[in-house]
C-alpha cells in the first residue's frame, strides 16, 4: 500500500513535462541538478537557526533594546494562584461575560471586581514584553536584510533577473548553481524554523494566514526545487525580502518609541509592499509561469499546483494589504497606536489603565491628578 503511494506520489508525469524521467536529472556533462535529497539539511539548518536566534535575541538583540533603545523588561502583577479560575481561563474563556464572572466569583467566594482583577492579571501575564517583541523584530530584519543583499546579488547579473522569458529557457534541464543552492536552503531553512518557534512567538490577529503563509511557501520552494522551477523560485523570494526588511524595522522602532522614523519607515514599506505583492509578483511572476511555459511545454501537474501555491499567496498578499490600508488609514487621520494585526497590543492599553485606576482607588487618590497615558510603544 505505502509502495503504491509513493510510486504514484513520485510519478514522472506528476513533476515533469513530455516523456522526461527522474533519470534524466542525473548529473552528468557537467550538468548538475537539483535532488530532493538536498532538502533534508534543511530540517538541522532549522535548529540551527532557532539556535543562532536564541543566542542572538538574548544577547544581542537584548543589548541593542536596552542600551541604545533604552527599553527594559516589563514586570507584571502575578495572579494569585485559584484552581478554580485557572481551570476555566485555561479550558473555556479567558475573557469571560458579565455572568459567568458572578458565577466565578460565587464558586471562589470573592467579590465580582476581585475576579475580574484576577482575569486581568492573568491575560496580562500571557501578553508578549515591548522587549520581547523587539528582539523577535531585529532577529528578523537581520534575516530579511542579509537574505535581500544575498538574493540580490545572487540574481542581478541573470538575465531572468530583466527578461521573465529567460526563466524558462531550456526549461527543466537547466543546472543548478552554487548561489542558487545556498539562497534556496537558507531561506527554506529559515521558513521551517519559523515554522517549529510559532508557539513561542508574538501572536496576531493573521496568526492562521501567517501558518498558512509558512506552509505554502515551504511547499511552493520545495516543489519549484525538484520540478527544477528554481529561477522563477529566487525571483519569488527576493521580492517577499524586500518588503519585510522595511516591515521588521519599522517595528523595531515603533516598540523602541521612535514614531516619526517608524511612520516613514511605514509609509515606505507601504509602498514597496504594493508594488512588489500586488504589482511585480502577480503581473511579472504569476503572468511568467502561466503563460510561458506552454511555449516550450504541454502543461502537467507541476505546472497547475505550482500556480495554485502562487495564488495562494498572492490571497494572502491582498489580505494583508487590507489590514495595512487599515493603519494607513488610520495614520492618516492621526488614531494609529500599532500594529493592526496585533490583538495584544490592541488591549495592553486599555487594561493596564484599568489595572493603575485599581492602583489609585486602592492608594485613596482623590486629588485629580493622574498619570500621563501610556507610550505607544507597548503597542
Not at 171 to 185: G, H
Request: aromatic share 18%; glycine share 4%.
Amino acid at each position: 500500500m505505502l509502495q503504491t503511494i509513493s510510486d504514484y506520489f513520485w510519478w514522472d508525469r506528476l513533476w515533469f513535462p513530455g516523456n522526461l524521467t527522474w533519470t534524466d536529472f542525473e548529473d552528468r556533462d557537467g550538468l548538475v541538478f537539483a535532488k530532493v535529497s538536498h532538502l533534508f539539511i534543511t530540517v538541522p539548518y532549522a535548529v540551527a537557526f532557532m539556535v543562532i536566534r536564541y543566542v542572538f535575541e538574548r544577547f544581542i538583540a537584548t543589548h541593542i533594546g536596552k542600551k541604545i533603545f533604552g527599553l527594559r523588561e516589563t514586570v507584571r502583577l502575578k495572579a494569585s494562584e485559584n484552581i478554580v479560575l485557572e481551570k476555566y481561563f485555561i479550558t473555556r474563556l479567558k475573557n469571560p461575560s458579565q455572568s459567568d464572572l458572578e458565577g466565578l466569583a460565587k464558586k471562589c467566594n470573592w467579590t465580582v471586581r476581585k475576579v475580574e482583577r484576577w482575569f486581568r492579571r492573568r491575560r496580562n501575564q500571557e501578553r508578549p514584553s515591548v522587549l520581547k517583541k523587539f528582539r523577535e523584530a531585529c532577529w528578523r530584519f537581520v534575516f530579511y536584510l542579509s537574505a535581500f543583499i544575498g538574493g540580490f546579488a545572487v540574481l542581478y547579473d541573470k538575465p531572468w533577473f530583466t527578461d521573465t522569458l529567460e526563466i524558462f529557457n531550456g526549461f527543466p534541464k537547466q543546472t543548478l548553481l552554487d548561489s542558487q543552492y545556498w539562497y534556496y536552503i537558507i531561506e527554506m531553512s529559515f521558513y521551517c524554523s519559523l515554522l517549529f518557534s510559532v508557539a513561542f512567538d508574538v501572536k496576531r490577529k493573521d496568526f492562521k494566514e501567517q501558518i498558512i503563509h509558512h506552509v505554502a511557501t515551504l511547499n511552493l520552494l520545495a516543489f519549484s526545487w525538484c520540478c527544477n522551477y528554481i529561477r522563477v523560485g529566487t525571483l519569488v523570494m527576493l521580492i517577499h525580502d524586500a518588503s519585510d526588511v522595511l516591515l521588521e524595522s519599522a517595528k523595531m522602532f515603533n516598540y523602541a518609541g521612535f514614531t516619526t522614523i517608524c511612520n516613514s519607515l511605514f509609509v515606505l514599506f507601504t509602498i514597496v509592499f504594493i508594488i512588489t505583492r500586488l504589482v511585480i509578483f502577480p503581473f511579472w511572476i504569476i503572468h511568467c509561469t502561466w503563460f510561458y511555459p506552454v511555449l516550450f511545454f504541454p502543461p502537467f501537474f507541476g505546472y497547475y499546483f505550482f500556480n495554485a501555491m502562487l495564488i495562494v499567496l498572492q490571497m494572502l498578499h491582498i489580505f494583508w494589504t487590507y489590514l495595512i490600508l487599515r493603519m494607513v488609514k488610520k495614520f492618516i487621520f492621526g488614531n494609529m497606536v500599532g500594529d493592526e494585526r496585533s490583538d495584544h497590543e490592541e488591549e495592553e492599553e486599555e487594561e493596564t489603565s484599568q489595572e493603575e485606576g485599581d492602583q489609585r482607588m486602592r492608594n485613596g487618590s482623590a486629588t485629580g491628578r493622574y498619570p500621563g497615558p501610556k507610550s505607544q510603544r507597548d503597542h
